[in-house]
């Protein structure tokens, strides 16, 4: 690495860096917490490769990174980005993601499409639970990470209580490689060198007696953290005996522990400082693509099929880990190849299994460009384990998989969360509606953490979203880039109606006429039925009174009152309706007229006794830190909930299962969030409804437009 007296950089600014073998790629996720320095970081390493003259700020709108129209305004990131860099000839692909967790399906793309992550923590800040979560996330599939403390320069810097945070919250393996000075330099613990940054350039030279006793005290912690990893079983032994270890052996023995994801090594950087150093860990440490291990690839009837990884001559498997649009180019595709070549003009089948949206078809693929920022460098292919971005591929959306057309494969998705705050929307004016439609589309398209609801009970278009973020950074997206003006409006919550009691109710409908006239009386009792219980009809006409072939319509008219509601406007449910007299005409009874008598008659049963309005109730299961769990049941019998019960699950967290009104969760996305530190999750799903507590019946709107 770096301690192998950190060669130099590489790079062409103005040209696009191509790969002509996978082992020549290393493809790296950031990742970590809004504000810790991810971006910054991104054009630090571009102008420190050479690609840029100039690393561009977050704070003035002119980094590579963020480009968005949104993300300028902002200051912060809210899309995935690849930033291509050179080093040593090696192309590090450099994925830069959103650290703020309403944009979590972007940063789990960046992990799809990455073989190793760099966490970036603030030396001014520390670490959040989100980021804890990630690493136990990256843990769980076994992928290499390393630790980037950022900001050691800063005012507030703390290197050594950020470091002990790390090792308590990322758990063992996690071991500084380099120890800041000043925030002008770094020490070598293997090498025992000084290299100062402070004259602007990189210089390399002994340190002083005081910072070699900082070096002995963390050197031996390093080499044992190595050693522990070493395949070597004799290395120990020769350690601890007092034998000087070779520095080439430990540092070919930290590559190797780096690249199985089994040590972490830490490392320190501010502007200028300390980037030659990151570069050699992930040019060195860092797998490259042949090393990693392929998703689950299947043909399209589910059959396993086994693909070498990253053979730029096997078959074609790639993937959509990211889709944009633009309106003069069009769709625009973010793919990592994962085996095979991808070229300009070629015929690739594009498969896709996310629920409602199932294609399988074939597309002509463009230009292949690199992208840097804005611009769109073209490139002539994209072998195995390398990632380019494809235009107007106009079906393929995010998660589909691009393959051979002779031989169609599909790759097993990455896991998404579910998007679980409504936002309810409607249209500013009828020009806007006409486009909407489409627009709508196009951002589901490149969102899999959207959803779109046209709920037909309230008659509300709801976009289900992470979090108000994400909403309105999509309304934003809908009025700048489609031409769209939507306006939030407040979220219907569909109701229920029932019975509060038996009651009897007569419709009679006659209409006498020169003509034909109409002629249908209807006598019903209706009494209500325990919760779930649905709806009933019974027939207990004797006599003939009501002619068999007009009982049905009877029905047939109570069952149309039921849908439009008695009282309030919302749909009845639950009760039982007993037919039991009436009267017909032999000339003007008809079907129409008994549906009508249908009707009225059960409206006039409403009307003598009270209507009660049902709510929805939700079975919730919320999953947080043990820390936080006491808040979350207080918090849920706050909103009319019933905590059921709590289980653990693996360490140091807590299922919580509840059962809460509809009405008492729609923000709840948001209040989670802000009540566990953005550790916690949540499911919903519906279980029954219930009467609506009467002094909250009124606050309910009660007529639908």
């Known amino acids: 690495m770096a301690e192998r007296n950190g060669g130099g950089t590489s790079g062409a600014a103005g040209r696009a860096p191509t790969a002509d073998r996978p082992d020549m790629v290393r493809n790296v996720v950031l990742v970590g917490h809004s504000g810790a320095g991810k971006t910054t970081l991104v054009e630090a390493l571009l102008a420190a490769t050479g690609t840029v003259q100039r690393a561009g700020r977050v704070e003035d709108g002119t980094t590579v990174s963020d480009f968005d129209e949104v993300e300028v305004r902002q200051q912060r990131s809210v899309n995935l980005s690849l930033a291509p860099v ?105 090498s025992q060198r000084h290299f100062d940054y402070s004259g602007g350039s990189r210089t390399e030279r002994e340190p002083d007696a005081e910072q070699l006793e900082l070096i002995e005290q963390y050197r ?13 079983e004799s290395l120990m032994d020769r350690y601890l005996s007092g034998e000087e270890i070779d520095t080439k052996v430990l540092i070919d023995d930290l590559e190797k522990a780096v690249a199985r994801a089994g040590f972490h090594p830490v490392l320190a950087t501010a502007p200028g400082v300390g980037l030659p150093e990151l570069l050699e860990v992930i040019t060195q ?71 409602d949206r199932e294609h399988d078809l074939d597309e002509r693929i463009g230009a292949l460009t690199s992208p840097l920022g804005k611009t769109q460098r073209t490139i002539g292919k994209c072998v195995a384990g390398d990632v380019c971005v494809v235009a107007k591929l106009a079906h393929a959306e995010t998660g589909d998989t691009l393959s051979d057309k002779e031989r169609p494969l599909l790759m097993t998705p ?15 004016s009828k020009a806007d509606e006409d486009k909407m439609s489409q627009a709508l589309g196009r951002l589901v398209a490149e969102d899999p953490t959207l959803r779109l609801e046209n709920n037909a009970e309230t008659r509300q278009l709801v976009l289900w979203c992470m979090g108000e973020a994400h909403a309105d950074v999509l309304l934003d997206r809908l009025a700048k880039r489609h031409g769209v003006e939507v306006e939030k409006i407040e979220l219907r919550v569909p109701l229920r109606e029932t019975f509060g009691g038996r009651a009897q109710g007569m ?42 072939q007009f009982i049905p319509s009877v029905e047939k008219g109570v069952r149309a009152q039921m849908d439009r509601g008695v009282v309030a406007g919302y749909p009845m449910v639950d009760i039982r309706v007993t037919l039991y007299d009436g009267k017909a005409h032999s000339v003007d009874s008809s079907d129409m007229a008994f ?10 049963a409403a009307a003598k006794v009270p209507a009660l309005l049902l709510e929805p109730v939700d079975e919730v299961s919320v999953l947080v830190s043990d820390e936080y769990v006491g808040a979350v049941m207080s918090d849920l019998s706050s909103r009319r909930g019933r905590v059921l019960g709590t289980e653990a699950v693996g360490t140091g967290r807590t299922l919580v299962r509840a059962e809460v009104p509809e009405l008492e969760i729609t923000r709840y996305a948001i209040d989670l969030r802000s009540m566990s530190h953005g550790t916690g999750s949540f499911h919903r799903g519906f279980l029954r409804y219930e009467p609506l507590p009467s002094h909250l019946a009124d606050k309910v709107a009660t007529t639908v437009d």
Not at 220 to 232: A, C, F, K, R, V
Not at 419 to 424: D, I, K, Q, R, T
Not at 598 to 604: F, M, P, S, V
């Open 220 to 232: 031996g912690e390093l080499i044992e953290g190595i050693i522990q990893e070493s395949e070597d």
């Open 507 to 548: 419709g009679r409908n006659v209409k006498q006429t020169g003509g034909h006239g109409q002629y249908a009386v209807c006598h019903v009792e209706v009494e209500p039925l325990p919760s779930g219980g649905g709806f009933e009809f019974v027939d207990k006409i004797v006599g003939g009174v009501v002619p068999r």
């Open 595 to 604: 549906q009508i008598a249908g009707q009225l008659a059960l409206r006039e």
């Open 414 to 428: 990455w896991e998404m969360p579910d998007p679980l705050l409504p936002v309810a929307i409607r249209a500013k």
């Open 86 to 190: 050179v080093h040593n000839g090696i192309k590090i692909n450099l994925l830069d993601t959103p650290g703020y967790a309403d944009f979590v399906g972007d940063l789990r793309a960046g992990l799809r499409a990455a073989d190793a992550a760099l966490f970036v923590v603030s030396a001014a800040e520390g670490i959040d639970g989100l980021t804890r979560m990630l690493w136990d996330e990256c843990a769980t599939v076994g992928m290499p990470r390393a630790v980037v403390i950022t900001k050691i320069d800063h005012q507030r810097a703390n290197f050594d209580e950020v470091l002990v945070s790390c090792q308590d919250a990322f758990g063992d393996g996690v071991a500084p490689l380099y120890l800041p000075v000043d925030g002008t330099g770094l020490l070598g613990l293997l």
């Open 285 to 355: 440490g860092f797998p490259c693509p042949p090393e990693h291990r392929l998703p689950e690839i299947t043909t399209l009837d589910g059959k396993a099929v086994r693909v070498q990884p990253c053979d730029p001559d096997g078959p074609l498997v790639a993937e959509v880990v990211k889709t944009t649009s633009d309106p003069y180019v069009g769709r625009i595709s973010l793919v990592r190849v994962f085996s095979g070549t991808l070229r300009p003009d070629q015929t690739v089948h594009v498969s896709g299994h996310v629920p």
